[in-house]
């Protein structure tokens, strides 16, 4: 039996419901609109009557702020109602914590839940306005509106999934048979990249590949997991500054001086960026490097005073962007900015503990009329992913003192979304070695589904109108305390000493997290848990989190692990092992969906090769340079005062807490009235137990 549940906040609590009142009546001009009251709608199966009358109170609602109706709503006949649900596989953080805490009062299994926002509007609208309305606060890409009935059971009847298919006819296909190919499955890399692999099934392996196998080596060589944007080859240059060709030439001797008569890279965006740092470090001048084959963050060395003694720390720096993401879903797409630079740091074993967020977006104050096609509207764009960002951050316990978001009209066609952190641990802490054949992958963490499928190729391909349609199931909605259990288990010493190598289900889920640990994997798809069924194999290859991690244990001390994730309340599960051929094997239902050579995967497809024109400057012309028409400085103050760039952010700064861990030195606004904005964000390492009266450089990140 369903039981259904609907919870209000009480006059004075309703901030919601009156925010998005006055967001409709001000941006969508809605004068006829009179009233919004927002209700939290929750259905449960299976909880006896005494548990539900224990949970009413407790769970479902506050009775000091909140008001609860069983079953039904006592509507107006007059009243617009619409409930809003996330589509089938968003995760929906609100119907899990709920059965999370019922399972609490249960002391049993855990319970179906579903949870849903009822909207209900009062006012003389026409259908217009009401679809209006709807199309405003509904946003296709992760929900849709829900209906109104209560269900007879919660449970979803999910199809058998069928067998994974090959491609039958692969290596046989003419140029256009590979260009439809391509155009019908919507690939990440090009067509150049299909024949690659073409001729490889058909050389080497001598078989059709199987879907499976397409989709990961289509996640594996996408720009986002390989970079191929700053990887391809420039084969001719053409220089038409003196100032930048003397810089290209100092370049040149730089590449000789670092590579010695040893193969060359290709000159490429990547070797361009790098090559100072390489010179630096083998004229032995960055002895703070921190240097290993498990690459998981920019990280240094520091020695660093704890309680007086010197210590040596690894410090972890990790910057993300999701623009698409966010640019589609705010509020998930900014989650999983913070939570998907959070993990890289984090399965290098640090603890992350300071952030900042800084943002790129067109004018909030436009009309809602004012919106491109296809897009959202720029202020429901910087609210929804303020609110995105800071849920996560202040969920996981991450302080985030430096936020800034810059207002121009170059970012309304694409906004820009970066998070930016820091972690440590002892260096002590974190054990890096080789893994050998008999090794085991233990997965922990969340389990998987069909949100994150696709985020590694979404966000490498071009996009068109289609794309918000489409692309909703690549956009994750994140569980941060999830993630916090697993930053949790990694600041103990006896858990990361056990782990040879760490990866993030980020990018490519398991066939690049697992994939990328060792050259040699057999993976056992049937054992990754699900959130729910009906998952096929190449799902469960290639949906991505940052909730889950991959490690690698020598087979002695895997029961060990488990038993200190459990610990801490973290599901984990025996995923794969290291063998010795050079191949990644993937079993789902007891078949081999993927076999596939490690050199071939590492050749990161068919060389990519342009060539460049730079042009010299127009420095006549430049922002920093033009000549204003007006000396009059009373109407320049009066302009630049004008300009939204130089309104208070501090409303936007106070979403974000910037003194969680308590290690925060200076807040995001100081001065006599504390109204100053810092253009700096300086913590205290969290592994220093004391503050001391004067502070050492060493004991402080910027």
């Avoid at 969508?28 to 539900?52: P, T």
């Avoid at 800071?390 to 430096?402: E, P, R």
């Avoid at 391909?461 to 697993?486: D, F």
């Avoid at 949906?543 to 599901?571: D, G």
Wanted: contains cysteine.
């Amino acid at each position: 039996m369903v039981r259904r549940i609907f919870v209000q906040k009480r006059a004075g609590y309703d901030v919601e419901s009156k925010g998005v009142l006055s967001d409709l009546k001000n941006n969508l001009q809605m004068s006829n609109l009179e009233d919004v009251i927002i209700l939290n709608r929750y259905d449960v199966e299976g909880i006896s009557d005494k548990a539900f009358e224990t949970a009413k109170n407790t769970i479902f609602s506050e009775p000091q702020v909140d008001i609860c109706y069983e079953e039904e709503y006592p509507k107006d006949p007059k009243d617009i109602i619409f409930g809003v649900e996330f589509l089938p596989g968003q995760f929906d953080q609100r119907a899990n914590s709920l059965s999370e805490c019922l399972q609490i009062i249960t002391e049993g299994k855990k319970l179906l839940s579903k949870s849903a926002k009822i909207y209900v509007l009062k006012g003389n609208l026409n259908k217009e306005e009401i679809a209006k309305i709807k199309s405003y606060l509904i946003n296709p890409v992760d929900s849709r509106e829900c209906s109104l009935e209560k269900p007879e059971t919660l449970e979803d009847k999910m199809k058998e999934p069928e067998d994974v298919k090959i491609v039958k006819g692969f290596t046989e296909m003419t140029d256009e048979n590979v260009k439809e190919f391509y155009e019908k499955y919507g690939f990440a890399m090009d067509i150049e990249d299909l024949k690659f692999c073409q001729k490889y099934f058909r050389d080497e392996e001598k078989r059709d590949p199987s879907m499976t196998e397409m989709k990961m080596i289509d996640t594996y060589w996408s720009d986002h997991c390989r970079h191929t944007t700053f990887m391809t080859k420039l084969e001719v240059i053409d220089i038409k500054w003196d100032l930048l060709e003397k810089v290209f030439e100092d370049y040149k001797k730089s590449r000789k001086y670092v590579y010695d008569n040893k193969k060359a890279k290709d000159i490429c965006l990547m070797d361009i960026a790098t090559i100072a740092v390489k010179e630096l470090k083998k004229r032995g001048l960055l002895k703070d490097l921190d240097e290993s084959e498990e690459i998981n963050a920019c990280s240094i060395k520091a020695n660093i005073k704890v309680d007086g003694k010197e210590e040596e720390y690894l410090i972890m720096f990790k910057n993300e962007t999701h623009n698409h993401p966010t640019e589609i879903e705010p509020f998930g797409g900014a989650a999983t900015c913070l939570g998907g630079a959070i993990r890289d740091p984090l399965s290098g074993r640090t603890y992350v503990y300071q952030a900042m967020r800084v943002t790129g977006c067109g004018d909030p104050r436009k009309s809602v009329a004012e919106t491109l096609p296809n897009k959202l509207p720029q202020r429901k764009l910087t609210n929804e992913a303020a609110r995105g960002y800071s849920s996560y951050g202040n969920q996981i316990g991450l302080a985030t003192g430096q936020v800034a978001e810059i207002y121009n009209e170059g970012y309304v066609a694409k906004r820009m979304e970066i998070g930016a952190l820091v972690g440590a641990a002892p260096a002590k802490n974190v054990v890096r070695e080789r893994p050998t054949p008999g090794d085991i992958i233990i997965l922990l963490g969340g389990r998987t589904g069909r949100d994150g499928c696709g985020g590694a190729t979404g966000s490498s391909k071009a996009h068109n109108s289609k794309s918000l349609a489409t692309c909703g199931a690549e956009v994750q909605k994140g569980n941060a305390p999830e993630e916090r259990k697993i930053q949790r288990l990694f600041r103990k010493e006896e858990v990361t000493r056990l782990i040879k190598r760490c990866n993030d289900f980020g990018a490519g889920g398991v066939s690049v997290a697992i994939g990328e640990l060792a050259d040699g994997l057999e993976i056992d798809l049937d054992k990754v848990p699900k959130k729910y069924e009906g998952l096929d194999g190449t799902e469960l290859a290639i949906s991505e989190s940052q909730e889950r991690m991959a490690v690698v244990v020598a087979k002695e001390n895997a029961e060990k692990f488990i038993h200190l994730a459990e610990e801490e309340n973290i599901e984990t599960t025996i995923v794969a092992k290291v063998i010795e051929n050079p191949r990644v094997k993937m079993y789902w239902r007891g078949k081999v969906i993927v076999d596939l050579s490690r050199k071939f995967l590492d050749t990161n497809g068919d060389v990519k090769k342009s060539s460049v024109s730079v042009l010299k400057p127009d420095y006549e012309n430049s922002y920093f340079t033009r000549k204003t028409n007006s000396n009059d400085i009373e109407k320049k103050w009066k302009e630049t005062l004008q300009d939204l760039n130089c309104c208070s952010q501090k409303g936007l700064v106070e979403r974000f807490d910037s003194s969680i861990g308590a290690g925060t030195v200076l807040m995001p606004y100081g001065g006599k009235y504390q109204l100053s904005p810092r253009r700096r964000y300086v913590c205290k390492n969290p592994y220093i137990k004391r503050i001391y009266k004067y502070w050492n450089y060493n004991d402080l990140w910027i």
